[in-house]
């Protein structure tokens, strides 16, 4: 290689050349058999095409994506496994297989170097973090809502926080108070449950809980199986 020819005729000269060409789902034996839809095999939330005994699942599949409300076709590891074993799933169980509800995620691992990624990378992106020290993310945020999480060098807890908070898709109404409580925003969002009732604070918009009764019922079942387990210890002793 000792150049590159543009399509306006500018030569670049190169000795070496990456090409990144991509890949485009085949689907060519069903085009004419099952309804395509996104570049890929169109499915429903069981993952059944437009004929009800075949199933799609992987990259070739273009599934409701439930939490943005709109048909998606996407190309990971983790989204091939998850449709695969849901598919499994309504074909063993159909009766007892709600339909996919999949939190879109990307990853990628080299070295001493990963990053994370949930949702939608559509909207306003807001930066925080160190770049320096390999610890930083972003968020995404689109018609007033954070629709995407991004995290390089984080732990098992702060990506898990991330992703919560993203299907949370909490309310942001100062995308610069969000960047100044970065990471800090996943990690105290994320550990609440979702809810219909908000109150502001921060200049964000933080969900209320609503769930008093789960909460009772919980501490109540938690008070039952103490109190068997301290019976049952007693009687151990004696027996």
Do not use: C
């Amino acid at each position: 290689v000792t150049s590159v020819m543009l399509k306006d005729g500018t030569k670049l000269k190169a000795d070496m050349v990456v090409v990144g060409i991509g890949i485009r789902a085949n689907t060519s034996l069903f085009e004419d058999q099952l309804v395509m839809d996104k570049g890929g095999i169109k499915v429903n939330g069981q993952m059944q095409t437009s004929n009800s005994s075949v199933y799609a699942v992987g990259d070739v599949a273009s599934f409701p994506l439930k939490l943005f409300g709109e048909i998606r076709r996407l190309e990971h590891v983790d989204s091939a496994r998850q449709s695969a074993k849901h598919a499994v799933n309504a074909i063993l169980r159909p009766d007892e297989t709600s339909d996919f509800d999949y939190l879109p995620f990307f990853y990628s691992r080299v070295f001493t170097l990963s990053w994370q990624f949930y949702g939608d990378n559509r909207g306003e992106v807001v930066h925080f973090g160190n770049f320096k020290t390999g610890h930083f993310g972003a968020y995404w945020v689109n018609k007033g809502r954070l629709v995407g999480a991004f995290l390089e060098g984080g732990t098992k807890e702060e990506y898990q926080a991330i992703a919560r908070a993203t299907r949370m898709q909490p309310l942001i109404k100062d995308t610069g108070e969000l960047a100044k409580q970065g990471l800090n925003f996943a990690t105290l969002h994320g550990q609440q449950p979702p809810a219909s009732t908000a109150t502001t604070g921060g200049g964000l918009v933080l969900e209320k809980p609503v769930y008093a009764f789960h909460a009772t019922a919980g501490v109540l079942v938690a008070v039952s199986i103490a109190v068997v387990a301290y019976w049952y210890g007693r009687h151990r002793k004696r027996w």
